[in-house]
């Protein structure tokens, strides 16, 4: 069975990574069809089904159609085809179960909340993870209580969460939950345990990687001081410097930065 390369569609190119930005299984599978026809000669859903070791281009057609639901077995294959990694291939798999749950509304909504939690998470995961390196906190129940208010989130929700660093979080949904914990932080947090600072100033604009650069590199400094083992407190360290003048240009690949991760 055949493999694709790395593809993710906007009309002209497709990055298999796409489909975690997709509610629709059926969605990616059409724009990536549209893609090869248009960039592989000879392409069509009879090549496509021999690929997936189907015997008919009907059985394919129809999915694609929304006229019948994908199989177990073709569910399998379609992940060996993409060769989707763990997060990619749960995505899949759940957008499969969603499409499936139509005729219960209540195993739908229980999908999509799933789904949405994957993806609109990622800090709390990460501050779940950090904070169970705290000795006071003996299990995962305590730690949750003491969190859920600034993280506006249920405890039984916060402990049922994998404590973990994302793979290959979502940067929209991840900057708007940093948003919305400096927000709650304002009302929740004692003023004489927090400190924010805004300054808007004028800079020669082809300085701005430099200042970049060396907010980073003190981001670094000030983690590597400040970070150890033997902490006791959970703090957020946040920073953000960008050009309020801002000018069309081509998006980028880059996914932001965890908290305590700084990129290199």
């Not at 179960?97 to 990460?126: C, F, P, Q, T, W």
């Not at 083992?229 to 965890?258: I, R, W, Y």
Request: net charge neutral; hydrophobic share 40%.
């Amino acid at each position: 069975m055949g493999k694709t390369q790395l593809f993710g569609y906007n009309g002209s190119r497709m990055n298999k990574a796409e489909i975690l930005n997709y509610k629709d299984y059926r969605a990616f599978l059409v724009d990536y069809n549209t893609w090869k026809g248009q960039n592989k000669v000879g392409w069509s859903l009879s090549v496509w089904t021999r690929q997936l070791g189907l015997s008919h281009a009907s059985a394919l057609s129809m999915i694609l159609n929304r006229k019948r639901h994908i199989g177990d077995r073709l569910v399998e294959s379609m992940c060996q085809y993409f060769d989707f990694n763990a997060a990619e291939k749960s995505h899949f798999v759940n957008l499969v179960k969603y499409e499936k749950s139509i005729e219960s509304s209540e195993l739908r909504i229980m999908v999509l909340n799933h789904l949405d939690g994957e993806k609109n998470n990622v800090l709390a995961r990460y501050i779940m993870r950090e904070g169970l390196g705290i000795a006071r906190f003996e299990d995962r129940e305590s730690l949750a209580a003491a969190l859920a208010p600034i993280l506006g989130m249920k405890n039984a929700e916060l402990s049922e969460m994998a404590p973990e660093i994302p793979d290959k979080p979502d940067p929209k949904a991840m900057h708007q939950e940093v948003v919305d914990l400096l927000k709650r932080s304002y009302e929740v947090v004692p003023r004489e345990k927090r400190q924010y600072s805004t300054n808007f100033i004028r800079m020669k604009a082809d300085r701005l990687p430099e200042a970049i650069a060396k907010l980073r590199a003190f981001q670094k400094e000030f983690i590597a001081e400040f970070d150890g083992d033997d902490g006791d407190a959970l703090v957020c360290f946040q920073n953000a410097l960008f050009s309020m003048l801002t000018e069309k240009s081509e998006e980028t690949a880059d996914a932001g930065d965890l908290p305590g991760k700084p990129s290199v």
